[in-house]
Protein backbone atom coordinates (compact mmCIF):
# COMPACT_ATOMS: atom_id res chain seq x y z
CA UNK A 1 0.00 0.00 0.00
CA UNK A 2 1.34 3.45 -1.17
CA UNK A 3 1.22 6.21 1.82
CA UNK A 4 -1.25 8.81 1.34
CA UNK A 5 0.52 11.96 -0.78
CA UNK A 6 -0.31 15.64 -0.03
CA UNK A 7 -1.24 17.61 -3.16
CA UNK A 8 -0.32 21.03 -3.31
CA UNK A 9 -2.88 23.39 -5.24
CA UNK A 10 -1.29 25.68 -7.58
CA UNK A 11 -3.27 28.76 -6.39
CA UNK A 12 -1.81 27.83 -2.72
CA UNK A 13 1.64 27.31 -4.25
CA UNK A 14 1.66 30.66 -6.00
CA UNK A 15 0.05 32.82 -2.50
CA UNK A 16 2.73 30.31 -0.14
CA UNK A 17 5.77 32.15 -2.81
CA UNK A 18 3.90 35.74 -2.85
CA UNK A 19 4.04 35.27 1.18
CA UNK A 20 7.73 34.36 1.12
CA UNK A 21 8.02 37.57 -0.97
CA UNK A 22 6.89 39.81 0.72
CA UNK A 23 8.28 38.86 4.04
CA UNK A 24 11.82 38.78 2.84
CA UNK A 25 13.13 42.53 3.36
CA UNK A 26 15.07 44.49 0.83
CA UNK A 27 19.06 44.03 0.82
CA UNK A 28 21.34 46.72 2.82
CA UNK A 29 22.36 49.17 0.08
CA UNK A 30 18.97 48.75 -2.15
CA UNK A 31 18.23 52.69 -3.60
CA UNK A 32 15.36 52.41 -0.71
CA UNK A 33 17.70 52.28 1.89
CA UNK A 34 17.66 55.15 4.35
CA UNK A 35 19.76 57.86 5.10
CA UNK A 36 22.19 57.13 7.57
CA UNK A 37 25.05 59.56 8.29
CA UNK A 38 28.47 59.22 9.71
CA UNK A 39 29.46 61.36 12.67
CA UNK A 40 32.32 61.10 14.66
CA UNK A 41 34.38 63.12 11.81
CA UNK A 42 32.34 66.19 12.64
CA UNK A 43 33.69 66.07 16.41
CA UNK A 44 37.13 64.11 16.43
CA UNK A 45 39.79 65.29 14.46
CA UNK A 46 41.29 61.89 13.99
CA UNK A 47 40.86 59.15 11.67
CA UNK A 48 37.34 57.40 12.82
CA UNK A 49 39.11 53.90 12.58
CA UNK A 50 41.88 55.37 14.97
CA UNK A 51 39.23 56.62 17.84
CA UNK A 52 38.99 53.56 19.73
CA UNK A 53 35.26 53.64 20.93
CA UNK A 54 34.76 50.54 23.09
CA UNK A 55 30.89 50.97 23.83
CA UNK A 56 27.69 53.30 23.04
CA UNK A 57 25.16 54.12 25.26
CA UNK A 58 22.31 56.61 24.50
CA UNK A 59 20.20 58.37 26.98
CA UNK A 60 16.22 57.56 25.07
CA UNK A 61 15.50 60.55 27.13
CA UNK A 62 16.58 63.28 26.40
CA UNK A 63 18.74 61.31 23.26
CA UNK A 64 22.20 61.95 24.84
CA UNK A 65 24.61 60.30 23.09
CA UNK A 66 28.00 58.18 25.40
CA UNK A 67 30.42 57.05 24.44
CA UNK A 68 33.33 55.18 25.85
CA UNK A 69 36.69 55.58 24.32
CA UNK A 70 40.05 53.71 24.99
CA UNK A 71 38.32 51.71 27.57
CA UNK A 72 37.89 54.90 30.17
CA UNK A 73 37.69 58.46 28.54
CA UNK A 74 33.69 59.06 28.65
CA UNK A 75 32.34 61.70 25.70
CA UNK A 76 28.91 62.82 25.21
CA UNK A 77 26.88 64.86 22.78
CA UNK A 78 23.60 66.12 22.47
CA UNK A 79 21.51 64.83 20.61
CA UNK A 80 22.24 64.37 17.30
CA UNK A 81 25.46 63.08 18.07
CA UNK A 82 27.26 66.39 16.29
CA UNK A 83 29.74 67.77 19.13
CA UNK A 84 31.50 65.42 21.76
CA UNK A 85 32.97 66.76 24.44
CA UNK A 86 34.42 64.88 27.38
CA UNK A 87 32.34 64.05 30.74
CA UNK A 88 33.44 64.22 34.27
CA UNK A 89 30.63 60.92 34.42
CA UNK A 90 32.00 57.68 34.99
CA UNK A 91 31.11 54.50 32.42
CA UNK A 92 29.53 52.84 35.43
CA UNK A 93 27.26 55.86 36.04
CA UNK A 94 25.98 56.61 32.65
CA UNK A 95 25.21 52.84 32.18
CA UNK A 96 23.37 52.75 35.60
CA UNK A 97 21.38 56.14 34.63
CA UNK A 98 20.42 54.66 31.21
CA UNK A 99 19.31 51.72 32.86
CA UNK A 100 17.27 53.19 34.87
CA UNK A 101 15.36 55.08 31.62
CA UNK A 102 15.02 52.19 29.43
CA UNK A 103 11.75 51.33 28.25
CA UNK A 104 11.88 47.33 27.87
CA UNK A 105 9.01 47.37 25.47
CA UNK A 106 10.55 49.36 23.07
CA UNK A 107 13.41 46.95 21.58
CA UNK A 108 15.82 46.60 18.52
CA UNK A 109 16.86 43.44 17.00
CA UNK A 110 19.99 43.16 14.72
CA UNK A 111 19.98 40.93 12.04
CA UNK A 112 22.48 40.55 8.90
CA UNK A 113 21.13 43.28 6.81
CA UNK A 114 18.25 45.10 8.85
CA UNK A 115 17.35 46.18 12.42
CA UNK A 116 13.91 44.50 13.56
CA UNK A 117 11.55 46.93 15.86
CA UNK A 118 9.19 46.61 18.30
CA UNK A 119 7.02 48.51 20.99
CA UNK A 120 5.43 46.01 22.37
CA UNK A 121 8.16 43.78 23.92
CA UNK A 122 8.95 41.61 20.80
CA UNK A 123 4.57 40.47 20.35
CA UNK A 124 4.94 42.50 16.90
CA UNK A 125 7.28 43.78 14.83
CA UNK A 126 7.29 47.51 12.82
CA UNK A 127 8.73 47.40 9.09
CA UNK A 128 12.55 46.34 8.91
CA UNK A 129 15.23 49.35 9.13
CA UNK A 130 17.89 48.77 6.76
CA UNK A 131 21.03 49.24 7.31
CA UNK A 132 23.88 51.91 5.69
CA UNK A 133 24.70 50.80 2.70
CA UNK A 134 28.11 48.55 3.06
CA UNK A 135 27.48 48.28 7.28
CA UNK A 136 28.56 44.55 8.34
CA UNK A 137 27.29 43.34 11.67
CA UNK A 138 29.28 41.60 14.00
CA UNK A 139 28.36 40.35 17.30
CA UNK A 140 30.30 43.73 18.68
CA UNK A 141 27.82 45.89 16.74
CA UNK A 142 25.44 48.33 18.70
CA UNK A 143 22.14 49.73 18.12
CA UNK A 144 20.86 52.76 20.32
CA UNK A 145 17.74 54.64 20.34
CA UNK A 146 16.72 58.87 20.81
CA UNK A 147 13.41 58.33 22.00
CA UNK A 148 13.05 61.53 22.61
CA UNK A 149 14.35 62.70 18.72
CA UNK A 150 13.05 59.36 17.00
CA UNK A 151 16.60 58.56 16.23
CA UNK A 152 18.57 55.31 15.31
CA UNK A 153 22.15 54.93 16.18
CA UNK A 154 24.28 52.30 14.95
CA UNK A 155 28.00 51.49 15.68
CA UNK A 156 30.75 48.92 16.23
CA UNK A 157 34.64 49.28 16.90
CA UNK A 158 36.80 51.04 14.43
CA UNK A 159 33.38 52.21 12.33
CA UNK A 160 31.90 55.94 12.55
CA UNK A 161 29.09 56.33 14.72
CA UNK A 162 25.94 55.73 12.06
CA UNK A 163 22.44 58.02 13.10
CA UNK A 164 18.87 57.56 11.07
CA UNK A 165 16.74 60.25 12.34
CA UNK A 166 13.18 59.43 11.29
CA UNK A 167 11.15 62.00 12.28
CA UNK A 168 10.52 64.32 9.81
Not at 41 to 47: D, P, Y
Not at 51 to 57: M, N, Y
Not at 96 to 121: M, N, Q, Y
Request: net charge positive.
Amino acid sequence: MNPPQTVIRPWALVALLALLGCAVPAQAGDETSPPWQPMLAKSFKANVKDIDVTSLIVYRNPGCVFLLIDGKNVYCSPAGAITFKPVTETWKEVRAHAEKTRDPRHLFVLAETFIKESRDGGSTWLKPILLSRGFVVTSSTWVEYDATNDIVYLMKPGSDLYKLARRK
